[in-house]
C-alpha cells in the first residue's frame, strides 16, 4: 500500500498556475512529498556519512540539500571524494554547478543554505578588539522570490480594484513569516531595502489604480495610509 501510495504521488506532478506539469524522472519540484521521499532515501546517506565521515566534517543537511563543514582544505577535498561514493552507491548524482568546495577563511567566498548566505568576516567587541565570525544574512535567490511574489500581487491589472487595506491584510502573514526567518543581526540592510520595495510597489499600484502620472507624488500619501492600516515591516 505504501508503495502503491508513493507510485501515486510521484506521477502525479505539480500545478503551476492551474496546469498540472508531470515529471517522468525523480520527485516533483515544489510537491509536498518531495522532502519526505529525499529523506527517507538519504537516511542511507546520513548512515554512511555517519559511520565513514564525521571525522573528517560535519553533516547538515535538509531533504536533498546539505553542506559539510571541514576543518582544512585537504578534509573537505577528501569529504567531496567520499560524498560522490556514497551517491554512487545510491544511484545519485551531485549538483554539477551546486556542488563545490567554499574556502571560508579569508571571506571572500560564501555559501547559500536554506535561504541564507553565509560567510566569514571581520567584526569587532564593544572594547574594540578585532575578531573573525560567520555571519548569515537573506541569500540573493531569497531575495528576488520575495520581490517576485510582491510584484506578483501589486504589479497586476487584474488587482488594481483591491483596496490598500487588503492588500496589507493579504501582505502582512507573508511579511510576518519572511521576517520571522530571515531576519538575522547582519540581514538588516537588505530587510530595509525590501521594506522599500514593499511600500514602492504598494504606491505604483495606488498611483496606476487613481491615474496619477508621477507615482512619487503619491509616496507620502500611501506610507500614512499602509501605516493606518497596519502594514507590517520586515526591519
Known sequence: ????????????GVMEEGNVKRSDLGTPQGGVISP???????????????KHGKEVGVLTRYADDFVIVCKTKKDA?????????IMERLELTLHPTKTRIVGMWTGEEGFDFLGLHHRKAKAATS??????????WLSAKAEKHIR???????GTATMRHKSIQEHVDWLNPK??????????AYSHRKMAKL????LMRLTRWYAKKHQ????RSCWHKVKHIANVCGLKKLC
Open 77 to 85: 577535498r577528501h569529504a567531496y571524494q567520499l560524498v560522490r561514493a
Open 175 to 184: 511579511i510576518q513569516g519572511w521576517k520571522n526567518y530571515y531576519m538575522m
Open 195 to 198: 521594506d522599500w520595495y514593499i
Open 1 to 12: 500500500r505504501v508503495l502503491k501510495l508513493i507510485r501515486q504521488w510521484l506521477g502525479a
Open 36 to 50: 519526505i521521499l529525499a529523506n527517507i532515501y538519504l537516511n542511507y546517506f546520513d548512515r554512511l556519512w555517519e
Open 127 to 136: 572594547r574594540n578588539q578585532a575578531y573573525y565570525t560567520t555571519q548569515q
Open 148 to 154: 517576485e511574489v510582491v510584484r506578483e500581487r501589486l
Open 212 to 215: 496619477r502620472r508621477n507615482w
